[in-house]
């Protein structure tokens, strides 16, 4: 088991910002591919972005892409998601995970995942 804690989440009127954290502790990420994905109450988990911690190439859903940044602190061993200009529909439990390989928007190939930290958009 690798522990992956979030934090950050809240509540935020709509068209403001959060910063999403996600710590590993126990072992390193260097060689990992680490994500976000979100679940709104009825409906799938879906994905929202994606870094490999090793080369930092970002991947992201088109619904977040250019409002949401994906960033890692490797000395601190911890990954982010800014969020901004947040919408209605970006309220949803958030979930960081981690996977050594398959595909970065699927949630099938991560085989590690934090409890989930809530972010609440209201009008």
């Known amino acids: 088991q690798v522990p992956l804690v979030e934090s950050g989440g809240g509540l935020v009127q709509a068209g403001g910002s959060l910063r999403l954290s996600c710590t590993a502790s126990?072992?390193?990420?260097?060689?990992?591919?680490m994500g976000w994905f979100r679940q709104a109450p009825g409906k799938e988990r879906e994905f929202v972005a994606a870094i490999s911690w090793r080369s930092g190439i970002r991947y992201y859903a088109d619904s977040v892409r250019g409002r949401f940044t994906i960033s890692t602190d490797n000395a601190k061993n911890t990954m982010y998601l800014q969020m901004n200009s947040l919408k209605l529909e970006d309220t949803a439990l958030y979930y960081c995970?981690?996977?050594?390989?398959?595909?970065?928007?699927?949630?099938?190939?991560?085989?590690?995942w934090g409890q989930g930290t809530r972010v609440t958009v209201s009008s």
């Open positions: 995970a981690g996977t050594d390989g398959g595909s970065p928007r699927m949630p099938q190939s991560y085989e590690y």
């Open positions: 126990g072992r390193t990420f260097s060689t990992y591919v």
